[in-house]
C-alpha cells in the first residue's frame, strides 16, 4: 500500500501514511519506502526536491504508525508550520489498542522521556530525561481469550520519540503489538492476530499557513487496525 493525498493546495500536502512506510531517507533505511522518495518521485512542488527541507516534510510518524502526516510545498509554509510545532499550538490525536483495562475514563501522563542507555534504540521513563505530557480517554473496552483491552484517544502536548508508546508502558498498558515496549513474548501473540503496532495517527489541527484559519484533517482506522478491532469482543 502506498501513500494517498487526502487534501491538497498550493501551501501544503495531507497525506495518509500507511504502515511499513519509513518517513525520512536514512543511510540504513536500505531498500525500504520512504515517504521522503516517494514525494521526490510523485510530486513536483517548489520544495519538493530540497532535501535540507525534508522534502516538505514537516513531522513525523514511527514506521509501523499509520495516519495523517502534513508536508508543506513552500519554504514559508515549512517554516510556518515548524513553529507551531515547536510552539506545540499543533494538535495530534491518536488512537491506540492497549492491554489491560484502563481505570479511569480519561487523564494525563506526565513523565519525562530519555534514550535508554543501555539500548540507544529505545526510550523510556528516565528522571532528567525531556518533559513529556499525553492525555487519554477511554473510547471502548474489549475482552479476548479471558485478557482484557482498552480503545484509547490519546493527544500528546509535547512530541517525544515513541512517546506514546513510552508513557502507555509506564502505565502497565502498553500498545497491542509493540514489540519495543509490549515485551517480545506478548508482542508475539499478540501478532497473531494483530500484524502490528496499534496505533493511528487519527486526526490533526493546526493554522493555515497561508490564511491563519484553524484547519482539521481526519483519518479513519485502517482495514488492518478494523479487523484485529473486530476480533475481539465489546466488554461494557
Known amino acids: ?136 480517554r477511554v473510547k471502548s473496552y474489549y475482552k479476548k481469550d479471558g485478557e482484557n483491552f482498552t480503545l484509547l484517544e490519546l493527544k500528546p502536548k509535547t512530541g517525544r520519540t515513541h512517546q506514546i508508546r513510552v508513557h502507555l508502558k509506564h502505565l502497565s498498558h502498553p500498545v497491542v503489538s509493540d514489540e519495543f515496549y509490549a515485551g517480545r513474548k506478548t508482542s508475539r501473540v499478540d501478532r497473531t492476530w494483530c500484524p502490528r503496532l496499534f496505533l493511528h495517527a487519527s486526526g490533526i489541527i493546526f493554522s493555515h499557513p497561508k490564511t491563519g484559519k484553524k484547519t482539521s484533517f481526519k483519518s479513519e482506522l485502517p482495514t488492518d487496525l478494523n479487523k484485529a478491532l473486530n476480533s475481539l469482543t465489546v466488554d461494557s
Open 1 to 136: 500500500m502506498k501513500p494517498t493525498v487526502i487534501f491538497e493546495d498550493k501551501s501544503l500536502l495531507v497525506i495518509f501514511k500507511p504502515a511499513g512506510w519509513i518517513v525520512n531517507d536514512a543511510i540504513t533505511v536500505g531498500t525500504q519506502p520512504t515517504v521522503q522518495g516517494w514525494l521526490r518521485r510523485n510530486f513536483q512542488f517548489p520544495i519538493s526536491n530540497f532535501q535540507t527541507l525534508r522534502n516538505g516534510i514537516v513531522h513525523r510518524l514511527d514506521k509501523e504508525t499509520s495516519g495523517v502526516l502534513v508536508v508543506a510545498k513552500t519554504k514559508k509554509a515549512f517554516e510556518n508550520l515548524q513553529a507551531q510545532f515547536k510552539a506545540r499550538e499543533v494538535s495530534k490525536t491518536y488512537t491506540a489498542l492497549v492491554h489491560g483495562k484502563v481505570g479511569f475514563e480519561k487523564g494525563v501522563i506526565k513523565a519525562p522521556i530519555g534514550r535508554l542507555p543501555w539500548n540507544r534504540v529505545r526510550f523510556g521513563v528516565l528522571p532528567g530525561g525531556r518533559e513529556a505530557e499525553t492525555t487519554y
